[in-house]
């Protein structure tokens, strides 16, 4: 730290309990003056040597025959007084960054100037500001926090304007010209922080990093910081990805971690107006700079103090430009009443609609907001797909989470953005899981959301045996699973023939397969119906005779043996019992035995 030694006398300066001051000399004190609620007994001629203003003040007391000034108003206080008084006795006096505002206003205040005297305080405190002060990294950030408590004195002096102009300046220099002393402690490797008591810190750093100045600045107050980001952004010397990281660690350090305590009425107005600044802060270019992560927990608080809705809506177009950077943690902003749900839906679906709308028009987005290296293609639309299925499973667990609310954002991505549907019926089971109550028809409105010819062979399988989901889904998966055992028996076929096949007979035999498996498709679907039927009425009989029909515990079981039957023959010896209950869904409607056979004979053809 800088500082300033003025004068050469011992202090002679003693104290009487703590409101008493006086001077130690021979000759006896003719003048006492009042500042705050400390009494100082001093000399009339040292004092009126320096200081214009008590030369007025003096003369006008004894005028009125008074023994005391009176200064209440006094700038810095008993503190800064006794500075300009000792100044004025010619003892020694220690300037630093802590007290050389109070003292310079102090001094503006008692005039004391060049006219009244050469070399008086005010023209040396100028110096030491200018050639230690400004000069100093820390010390010009200590300077500026001592400001508050002398304004609007140090405003005007513009004591407060060149501290902020010399640590913008600062900032905006290049890295590389950076000599002075600064804290870092965020970024340090593994072998940094394992390195000998001997390596010094600044050894550790081998270069300077772009934001070293970040936490150093993170100890000023919300308006002194705004005023110092401002005065760093104008010089448009600082990328986005600095200024962003500043403000992201001036939120750590202010922003409290309980949720009651952001909510609290006691730093509710602190805390509103800490996100506001932080949210206007923000670089002008949405499209870069801060992470998506950092944007939404920005949100989060945001909605947990009140900010206006200004501030509100430029997070969310902030957020719904990098949304394919976001987590599932990231999305669960707690929902406040009078919602009902855990977490708030509507914002997210808001969000996604956002993001959606500037995916489909990115030369506007660039044009409009200046995101010049905005990523909205294809593949960050596959981030979303997978984002939305993660965030809907999680949120599926919420008992109060309405059928609309689950559907209405599973359909706010576009198909192409879920090649894989594993993820959807994840969220679609863990949502059937949850909410038992759910009708039959709710319950297929749900599983119309997924395309069960996505899924993946582990998720088939899955399904194939849930008992959640409605039978006809079940029917699909099965279907589906057998399409692929046959296209990959036909490409083996292929392979094995491809010296005495074309292409042209392939493809045909392929289009005769599918044909065929779709009429057994058709045919299962109509059988299912009756199927159901059946077992209401194998339901109804039971009741009245103890040997009706016995269903297996397992849909997906029969379904296996129905569709994996086709070919089989019917020619195996079973019990009576073991084939009424192992006989699959379509055999337990009368009249299909040629339709059965048939089937048989397509399936055999088209594997043969």
Same mark, same amino acid.
């Given at each position: 730290?800088?500082?300033?030694?003025?004068?050469?006398?011992?202090?002679?300066?003693?104290?009487?309990?703590?409101?008493?001051?006086?001077?130690?000399?021979?000759?006896?004190?003719?003048?006492?003056?009042?500042?705050?609620?400390?009494?100082?007994?001093?000399?009339?001629?040292?004092?009126?040597?320096?200081?214009?203003?008590?030369?007025?003040?003096?003369?006008?007391?004894?005028?009125?025959?008074?023994?005391?000034?009176?200064?209440?108003?006094?700038?810095?206080?008993?503190?800064?007084?006794?500075?300009?008084?000792?100044?004025?006795?010619?003892?020694?006096?220690?300037?630093?960054?802590? #007290?050389?505002?109070?003292?310079?206003?102090?001094?503006?205040?008692?005039?004391?100037?060049?006219?009244?005297?050469?070399?008086?305080?005010?023209?040396?405190?100028?110096?030491?500001?200018?050639?230690?002060?400004?000069?100093?990294w820390k010390d010009s950030i200590i300077v500026l926090q001592t400001t508050?408590?002398?304004?609007?004195?140090?405003?005007?002096?513009?004591?407060?304007?060149?501290?902020?102009?010399?640590?913008?300046?600062?900032?905006?220099?290049?890295?590389?010209?950076?000599?002075?002393?600064?804290?870092?402690?965020?970024?340090?490797?593994?072998?940094?922080?394992?390195?000998?008591?001997?390596?010094?810190?600044?050894?550790?750093?081998?270069?300077?990093?772009?934001?070293?100045?970040?936490?150093?600045?993170?100890?000023?107050?919300?308006?002194?910081?705004?005023?110092?980001?401002?005065?760093?952004?104008?010089?448009?010397?600082?990328?986005?990805?600095?200024?962003?990281?500043?403000?992201?660690?001036?939120?750590?350090?202010?922003?409290?971690?309980?949720?009651?305590?952001?909510?609290?009425?006691?730093?509710?107005?602190?805390?509103?107006?800490?996100?506001?600044?932080?949210?206007?802060?923000?670089?002008?270019?949405?499209?870069?700079?801060?992470?998506?992560?950092?944007?939404?927990?920005?949100?989060?608080?945001?909605?947990?103090?009140?900010?206006?809705?200004?501030?509100?809506?430029?997070?969310?177009?902030?957020?719904?430009?990098?949304?394919?950077?976001?987590?599932?943690?990231?999305?669960?902003?707690?929902?406040?009443?009078?919602?009902?749900?855990?977490?708030?839906?509507?914002?997210?679906?808001?969000?996604?609609?956002?993001?959606?709308?500037?995916?489909?028009?990115?030369?506007?987005?660039?044009?409009?907001?200046?995101?010049?290296?905005?990523?909205?293609?294809?593949?960050?639309?596959?981030?979303?797909?997978?984002?939305?299925?993660?965030?809907?499973?999680?949120?599926?667990?919420?008992?109060?989470?309405?059928?609309?609310?689950?559907?209405?954002?599973?359909?706010?991505?576009?198909?192409?953005?879920?090649?894989?549907?594993?993820?959807?019926?994840?969220?679609?089971?863990?949502?059937?899981?949850?909410?038992?109550?759910?009708?039959?028809?709710?319950?297929?409105?749900?599983?119309?959301?997924?395309?069960?010819?996505?899924?993946?062979?582990?998720?088939?399988?899955?399904?194939?045996?849930?008992?959640?989901?409605?039978?006809?889904?079940?029917?699909?998966?099965?279907? @589906?699973?057998?399409?692929?055992?046959?296209?990959?028996?036909?490409?083996?076929?292929?392979?094995?023939?491809?010296?005495?096949?074309t292409d042209e007979e392939s493809e045909?035999?392929?289009?005769?397969?599918?044909?065929?498996?779709?009429?057994?498709?058709?045919?299962?679907?109509?059988?299912?119906?009756?199927?159901?039927?059946?077992?209401?009425?194998?339901?109804?009989?039971?009741?009245?005779?103890?040997?009706?029909?016995?269903?297996?515990?397992?849909?997906?079981?029969?379904? @296996?043996?129905?569709?994996?039957?086709?070919?089989?023959?019917?020619?195996?010896?079973?019990?009576?019992?073991?084939?009424?209950?192992?006989?699959?869904?379509?055999?337990?409607?009368?009249?299909?035995?040629?339709?059965?056979?048939?089937?048989?004979? #397509?399936?055999?053809?088209?594997?043969?």
């Amino acid at each position: 730290m800088k500082f300033m030694k003025l004068g050469s006398k011992p202090d002679a300066f003693q104290a009487d309990g703590k409101c008493i001051r006086y001077v130690t000399s021979d000759l006896a004190t003719d003048v006492t003056i009042n500042v705050g609620e400390v009494k100082f007994y001093l000399h009339k001629f040292p004092l009126l040597s320096k200081s214009s203003r008590l030369r007025k003040l003096v003369l006008k007391a004894s005028e009125e025959c008074c023994d005391e000034i009176n200064m209440v108003d006094f700038p810095g206080g008993p503190k800064a007084f006794e500075i300009c008084a000792k100044f004025c006795y010619g003892m020694t006096v220690t300037l630093n960054a802590y #007290n050389v505002v109070a003292a310079c206003c102090a001094a503006e205040y008692l005039e004391m100037t060049e006219d009244v005297d050469r070399g008086n305080l005010i023209f040396k405190i100028e110096v030491f500001l200018n050639s230690s002060i400004f000069r100093s990294w820390k010390d010009s950030i200590i300077v500026l926090q001592t400001t508050k408590s002398v304004l609007p004195w140090s405003e005007n002096l513009k004591i407060v304007g060149r501290c902020i102009d010399s640590i913008a300046s600062k900032i905006s220099l290049d890295p590389a010209k950076i000599t002075w002393s600064y804290t870092y402690n965020r970024k340090l490797s593994v072998s940094d922080k394992t390195a000998g008591d001997g390596m010094k810190f600044r050894e550790k750093i081998v270069s300077v990093p772009k934001d070293w100045w970040v936490e150093d600045i993170c100890e000023l107050d919300i308006d002194l910081y705004k005023r110092v980001m401002t005065a760093v952004k104008s010089k448009g010397r600082m990328d986005g990805v600095a200024i962003c990281e500043a403000l992201k660690t001036y939120a750590v350090r202010w922003l409290p971690d309980s949720v009651d305590t952001l909510d609290s009425d006691v730093h509710s107005w602190r805390n509103k107006l800490l996100v506001e600044t932080i949210v206007c802060l923000l670089p002008s270019d949405r499209g870069v700079g801060c992470s998506c992560s950092f944007l939404l927990k920005l949100l989060k608080v945001a909605i947990l103090v009140g900010v206006d809705n200004s501030a509100k809506e430029d997070l969310l177009k902030r957020i719904s430009l990098k949304l394919y950077e976001a987590s599932v943690k990231d999305l669960l902003i707690p929902a406040r009443p009078p919602q009902t749900t855990l977490y708030d839906i509507e914002m997210v679906l808001s969000i996604v609609k956002r993001y959606m709308m500037l995916s489909h028009d990115l030369d506007v987005a660039k044009n409009e907001m200046g995101c010049t290296d905005l990523v909205l293609g294809h593949g960050s639309l596959l981030s979303v797909g997978k984002l939305i299925d993660e965030y809907l499973e999680e949120i599926a667990r919420d008992p109060n989470l309405s059928l609309a609310s689950f559907i209405d954002l599973s359909q706010s991505v576009p198909e192409f953005a879920r090649p894989v549907h594993d993820g959807l019926y994840k969220a679609i089971d863990t949502y059937l899981k949850e909410h038992l109550s759910l009708t039959k028809v709710e319950r297929k409105k749900l599983c119309s959301l997924m395309d069960v010819k996505k899924l993946t062979m582990d998720a088939s399988m899955h399904a194939a045996q849930n008992e959640r989901l409605p039978l006809r889904v079940v029917v699909q998966v099965l279907f @589906f699973e057998q399409v692929r055992s046959v296209a990959g028996v036909q490409k083996l076929r292929d392979t094995s023939h491809s010296t005495t096949n074309t292409d042209e007979e392939s493809e045909k035999t392929a289009a005769e397969d599918c044909n065929s498996l779709e009429k057994q498709m058709s045919r299962i679907k109509i059988k299912e119906d009756a199927f159901q039927e059946k077992c209401e009425l194998a339901k109804q009989s039971s009741k009245n005779s103890k040997s009706g029909i016995q269903l297996l515990p397992s849909r997906s079981r029969r379904m @296996f043996d129905k569709l994996w039957g086709f070919g089989k023959g019917h020619a195996d010896n079973r019990s009576s019992e073991t084939s009424a209950s192992s006989q699959s869904p379509t055999s337990m409607v009368p009249g299909d035995t040629k339709s059965s056979g048939s089937s048989s004979r #397509n399936r055999r053809h088209s594997i043969s």
